[in-house]
């Protein structure tokens, strides 16, 4: 295997040619020694028995042949060559025909054959036919023809044996070794190193590739090797041994081949480093079941090792990034559900009770029975509920500001008229500091005035209290706090004391949590009022020096439309309200403070009121009373107001009734909770607390099935044709819904929707998108719901926002 | 406080054009309730914001965005599809998109609406 192997650089058939002449040389050296040793004895005779000259001839040959046998078996190449073997060979058969007839004849044979075996093909065939084409007619001559050419044939025939033999063999070793060839290249393709042992000899061959992989060069000399086990780990050597000894012992297969399970061990490089391999073997046993050959494949696995504990260990440290991840998303989520556990709290926990509180002693103040300085009393609780009440929002707005989820709802405001409250809270205050105020509009008076701004009232009041009253505290006591109001688009408002702000903290002044240790400060004030500012697409800007004092200029977008009425914290009880039909209300609540209040508001007659105290109750009220209108909270335990909802949608669907306008009620008052409320089939989203004027425009009134619709005075002048088209539409809808003509049903319905959500006729636009979604299935009910349609339009009322109420024509 | 910009509204329902009007009146509206002028009013004026209805009989939105886009000199113009078809919601879980176009929905408060629609103008 070593010789082949090391030969590995040549071709695959120069490296047979080679092989073949290495066997012929192996082959000439026995038969040259068997030649010599046979003939000498003859040779000897033939000087005994006077034979001079073919004793010399036989000597000859003797000689020749011994001399090349010596060198043969010293390993050197014969140097004698046959061409010259071969003259004294045919002169010794020529002469012993001549002069011993018979026996002459007889020596031809191995004659023929030593010179087939000695040369190769083509020249043994040339000489063996000389020695053929000598001998015929020296046999003729001695004998007759007949006998020349039987001896003629055989000595032929045995010459062609010869041949057929010699290529036999030959094709069965280049197969061989074709075959050998073709392992080899496996072997070196899979990288594998190759070991085997023969039982007989415990002789062990190593394959180049192996020596490679334990450390030595590929034609290293083996003869002296220790133990192959020596070269495995020693820790894992006690197991491969008895393994391997196990595996050799076992006699269960005879005459077979037992292929052993892979493995995967350690070996000793020669420079001590450790090698991982994959060994793989197979053991051919003889008769007896006893392993007379042991071949074993080795593959080198370190570096598939070294990248498996590679991964094994970037996946650990993934694992446990993902774990740090986990956990820190677990925090976040706790976190985010801790922020919005407080929105929730402050939204329902805090704001259900207060609208009691804002609620009863508006009921209480209506009793004829109670003084006027009790009443008084009453007012004072109820402003105060209010404050409160607007501060939770304030605080639960200025929270979603921060969380940049604040939704700017722009109305028009009259910052002017804000101003003048502001400074009425802060008069008393003011006096004690003998500071006063003075407000200016575009450089000149303020009476009359108007400075309209695109804002928020809510926010600018607080914005300006918390300025304004900052401005008269920082103030020098017997000074001025100057207002000045510049009007246009942009608007600003600029509010200077004569006071400076303390150096310190001139750089942080806007910061959160920024104060110069004033009494009772938080260090919100400016922050939140510049927010309030920037969230109304505005800013809040300071100047401030010693000489010159502070001034704050605040900067909101400016509108051209009319202000909105100021703020009413007193209930709205003036003004009539529009006439009532006789029909069924429910009231559902969980709270029962608020199902009293909103039954006070409620005349009852013309109204009869039910109350349910949760969605199931109220479901199970449909029933029985069929109720034209629904005010249902959406927060309640048992069944909340959107499951109640669906059930009360259902369950009129199915009894053919006219579905009940049902109002969500709620005292979230987000612009999430509202859409989705409408989303969810409500007719209609009312903020607690609400006024009775807002309740009212809900219920069916002596003008129709609905009391007005607040416009935009932008659009004041587009209503009369608006509504001309709308009502000629809604006669469509209704002719397509009594006809059944689902399409064109759809089609305008979505025409409509459209439009009408756009003016702000939402109670309208709600009934289209029903009818457009085909959310009924009922048959009846489109045409109810449209015939609701016509009649709303018809008699609807048309309030332009700011202004007063006025019949549509 | 901004220029005035131009805006062309395609839909086949006037009150959706007098609306537009009457709440852009800082800005020209040219208007069509044909779908079929779109693409040549688009070239005579060259507007900075392109409105358009979806549902529209014979010739709808989308065959309008798809003229619009295959011509070379409007194809540029911002395009927004104003639609009464989806809810906000609906289309805020689309991305604000409809067919590869950004989309508006005639459903969401009328303030916010033209507060988005001047946000496209910018």
Same mark, same amino acid.
Do not use: C, I, L
């Given at each position: 295997m070593n010789g082949r192997l090391s030969a590995a650089s040549l071709p695959a058939s120069a490296r047979f040619e080679a092989s073949q002449a290495a066997r012929r040389a192996r082959t000439s050296v026995g038969i040259s020694t068997a030649g010599a040793t046979v003939l000498t004895p003859f040779a000897i005779n033939n000087f005994l028995q006077g034979r001079t000259l073919l004793g010399i001839a036989t000597a000859g040959v003797s000689l020749c042949l011994a001399v090349n046998a010596l060198a043969g078996l010293r390993g050197k190449s014969p140097p004698i060559p046959a061409k010259v073997v071969f003259l004294p060979v045919l002169f010794a058969l020529l002469i012993s025909i001549q002069t011993q007839g018979m026996v002459g004849i007889l020596w031809s044979f191995p004659a023929i054959l030593l010179i087939h075996f000695i040369l190769d093909a083509r020249t043994s065939n040339l000489y063996n036919a000389t020695i053929i084409g000598a001998a015929a007619p020296l046999i003729w001559a001695q004998y007759d023809v007949a006998s020349a050419v039987r001896a003629g044939a055989t000595l032929a025939l045995v010459m062609v044996f010869a041949n057929i033999f010699s290529r036999l063999t030959e094709a069965q070793q280049r197969q061989e070794a074709e075959q050998r060839e073709r392992l080899d290249l496996i072997v070196r393709a899979t990288r594998a190193g190759t070991l085997e042992w023969i039982g007989a000899t415990e002789e062990v061959t190593y394959s180049s590739l192996l020596k490679e992989m334990l450390g030595y060069a590929p034609d290293a000399d083996t003869a002296g090797w220790r133990s192959f086990l020596d070269f495995i780990h020693p820790e894992d050597r006690p197991d491969v041994e008895k393994r391997f000894r196990r595996e050799i012992d076992d006699? &269960?297969? =005879?005459?077979g081949v037992k292929r052993l399970e892979k493995r995967s061990y350690r070996l000793l490089r020669a420079d001590g480093e450790a090698i991982w391999i994959q060994a793989e073997a197979i053991v051919l046993t003889g008769p007896d079941g006893r392993a007379q050959r042991y071949i074993a494949s080795f593959i080198d696995m370190t570096d598939r090792h070294r990248y498996e504990d590679a991964l094994r260990a970037s996946r650990d440290q993934v694992e446990a990034q993902a774990k740090q991840l986990e956990r820190q998303n677990h925090e976040l989520v706790e976190a985010i559900r801790g922020r919005e556990e407080v929105e929730r709290m402050a939204q329902h926990d805090i704001r259900t009770p207060l609208n009691s509180i804002v609620a009863v002693p508006r009921l209480l103040r209506e009793s004829p029975r109670l003084r006027t300085d009790e009443k008084e009393l009453l007012g004072v609780v109820e402003s105060a509920a209010y404050r409160i009440l607007n501060l939770v929002n304030l605080t639960l707005d200025l929270y979603r500001m921060e969380r940049g989820t604040y939704r700017f709802q722009p109305q028009s405001v009259d910052l002017l008229v804000i101003v003048d409250a502001v400074t009425r809270d802060l008069a008393t205050h003011a006096a004690s500091k003998r500071v006063s105020f003075e407000l200016r509009v575009d450089g000149g008076?303020?009476? *009359?005035a108007r400075a309209v701004a695109r804002a928020e009232e809510l926010l600018c009041y607080s914005i300006l209290a918390n300025l304004v009253k900052n401005a008269m505290e920082a103030s020098p006591d017997d000074s001025i706090v100057r207002i000045d109001v510049t009007s246009g688009d942009p608007l600003s408002l600029r509010i200077h004391n004569a006071g400076a702000v303390p150096a310190s903290i001139r750089d942080s002044f806007?910061? =959160?949590?920024?104060? /110069? *240790?004033? /009494?009772?400060?938080?260090?919100i004030g400016t922050y939140s009022a510049r927010l309030m500012a920037r969230v109304q697409g505005g800013d809040l800007a300071m100047e401030t020096s010693e000489a010159d004092g502070t001034t704050l200029t605040l900067t909101l977008g400016g509108a051209d439309g009319r202000p909105n009425p100021a703020p009413a914290p007193t209930p709205d009880r003036s003004g009539s309200d529009p006439a009532l039909v006789p029909a069924r209300v429910l009231l559902v609540d969980d709270d029962e403070y608020n199902l009293v209040f909103l039954r006070s508001l409620l005349p009852s007659p013309p109204l009869s009121i039910d109350t349910a105290i949760n969605g199931r109750a109220a479901v199970a009220r449909a029933e029985t009373q069929r109720p034209d209108v629904i005010f249902m909270d959406l927060d309640m335990p048992v069944m909340d107001g959107f499951e109640a909802l669906a059930e009360i949608r259902r369950g009129q669907a199915g009894r053919h009734e006219t579905p009940s306008r049902v109002i969500a009620f709620s &005292?979230?008052?987000d612009e999430a909770t509202r859409q989705r409320a409408l989303d969810a089939g409500f007719d209609h989203f009312l903020n607690k607390p609400a006024r009775r004027r807002e309740l009212f425009a809900l219920l069916p009134g002596a003008a129709g099935p609905e009391g007005e619709v607040e416009v935009d005075p932008q659009l004041a002048a587009t209503m009369p044709g608006f509504l001309a088209t709308r009502r000629a539409l809604a006669a469509d809808i209704l002719a397509a819904a009594t006809a059944g003509r689902a399409d064109e049903l759809r089609r305008l319905a979505h025409r409509l929707a459209g439009s009408l959500s756009l003016y702000g006729f939402e109670r309208a636009a709600a009934i289209a998108r029903r009818l457009q979604d085909g959310a009924t299935s009922d048959a009846a009910a489109p045409e109810a719901l449209a015939r609701e349609l016509v009649e709303h339009l018809e008699h609807v009322r048309i309030r332009i926002r700011n202004g007063s109420p006025g019949e549509a024509t | 406080m901004n220029p005035r910009k131009k805006i062309l509204v395609i839909d086949d329902d006037a009150a959706i054009i007098e609306f537009l009007r009457a709440k852009l009146a800082d800005h020209d509206i040219v208007a069509t309730e044909s779908a079929r002028d779109a693409v040549a009013l688009a070239l005579e004026h060259k507007p900075d914001l392109i409105l358009c209805d979806i549902?529209?009989?014979?010739?709808?939105g989308g065959d309008v965005s798809v003229a619009l886009f295959n011509d070379d000199v409007v194809r540029a113009i911002p395009f927004v599809y104003l639609t009464g078809l989806t809810t906000p919601k609906d289309l805020g879980a689309r991305g604000g998109h409809l067919g590869g176009r950004a989309a508006l929905s005639k459903h969401m408060p009328p303030d916010e609406l033209v507060g988005r629609i001047r946000n496209f103008l910018n």
């Open positions: 006699r &269960s297969v =005879k005459n008076g303020h009476d *009359g806007f910061e =959160k949590y920024s104060t /110069a *240790g004033k /009494a009772g400060g938080t260090g &005292s979230y008052n | 549902n529209m009989p014979e010739v709808d």
